[in-house]
């Protein structure tokens, strides 16, 4: 009776085992792998501010930026008056400078945009392209400086949010003469992420399983409430904004092909640092989820030449939830004379 019981339960757990593994191939090709369908003409989504800038990047006809400027009138003509160039992060637009801009106005020159596939800029496809993939790093870096070339920017401050913050600190080591400083908000550099190999991230099924994490990040936009220590404090405009995505045909289907990338696409700035001698200031929210505030101080410190605030109260979009103590702190680094912090 023993033996028999063991080996029903042998079976079951055979079953089950079998069972698990089915559903791990299948279950994703059951992924409805149609793009999303959206507006013919992302023309019709601009608002006041905004336009768009068509870059060169080899193997395709050419990518096409979402640019939003600002600049004071005081200020925008005069030849000190320099540019800030501002970079969002991962899942993010443009948009999420809104509450900064104009104040960083009253000092330069302020441009966003929109780096691929996010907000209204493009959104290759895979098959779409030769050569190198335009989601990969050295791709970001690539379309950052071809921007700076369409729009005359010989040097600016790199204002950079989380990954954004990563793709400003590669920007100066590998372009220092194009970096008059950096602006860093709880940068990503010593957070970790799962990287895995080509030939896993190539699997059909895990192509479904990018498209699925991409709509679930893309639509509802959880990582918005993530990043705020107060998530009532998002309203319903912001929360549009921050969606404005979703208003573009085959959305989806980019930020998977640029989910996928990253799978394969290790950050390694964080074992630079020593070699960018820009003055920088980080800016971290105590409250930050995503990337610890010990994080953000651990990476000044390896800096040579930084200065480190942390907001009180703030979580990790303190331009969104703190901009005017950001500017506050941001003034008064830029008023400091040179080689003041540390």
Not at 44 to 70: K, M, N, S
Not at 141 to 156: C, K, R, S, T
Not at 271 to 282: F, K, M, T, V
Request: hydrophobic content about 45%; charged content about 20%; overall charge negative.
């Amino acid at each position: 009776m023993i033996r028999w019981l063991f080996r029903i339960l042998l079976g079951l757990l055979l079953a089950a085992v079998l069972l698990g593994l089915i559903t791990a191939a299948v279950g994703p090709l059951l992924v409805d792998p149609t793009p999303a369908p959206g507006k013919t003409s992302s023309e019709a989504l601009l608002r006041p501010g905004t336009g768009f800038v068509e870059v060169p990047f080899p193997g395709t006809g050419g990518l096409r930026l979402h640019v939003a400027e600002q600049a004071n009138g005081a200020t925008a003509g005069a030849a000190a008056s320099p540019t800030f160039l501002l970079l969002h992060g991962f899942t993010f637009n443009l948009y999420t400078w809104d509450r900064l801009t104009e104040a960083l106005s009253k000092r330069g020159r302020v441009i966003a945009y929109d780096q691929i596939p996010y907000g209204l800029s493009a959104k290759p496809l895979p098959g779409t392209w030769s050569g190198d993939n335009p989601y990969s790093k050295a791709a970001a870096l690539g379309q950052l400086i071809a921007l700076m070339d369409e729009l005359g920017l010989e040097q600016a401050y790199l204002v950079g949010n989380s990954s954004g913050g990563t793709l400003a600190l590669e920007a100066a080591r590998a372009h220092p003469e194009r970096v008059r400083g950096l602006i860093l908000l709880a940068p990503w550099v010593n957070s970790k992420r799962p990287i895995m190999p080509e030939w896993l991230v190539d699997l059909p099924q895990m192509d479904r399983l990018t498209l699925l994490l991409a709509r679930m990040l893309g639509t509802d936009m959880p990582l918005l409430d993530y990043s705020y220590a107060d998530p009532g404090l998002i309203d319903e405009e912001r929360r549009t904004l921050a969606a404005s995505h979703r208003e573009v045909a085959n959305w989806d289907a980019a930020w998977a092909a640029l989910l996928s990338r990253s799978l394969t696409d290790p950050v390694e700035i964080g074992a630079h640092l020593g070699e960018i001698s820009q003055p920088a200031l980080i800016i971290t929210g105590a409250e930050d989820q995503i990337v610890p505030p010990a994080d953000s101080l651990e990476a000044a410190r390896a800096l040579p030449n930084a200065t480190f605030a942390e907001l009180p109260g703030c979580g990790h979009l303190p331009q969104e939830e703190c901009p005017a103590q950001v500017f506050d702190i941001i003034e008064q680094w830029l008023d400091a004379p040179p080689n003041d912090g540390g």
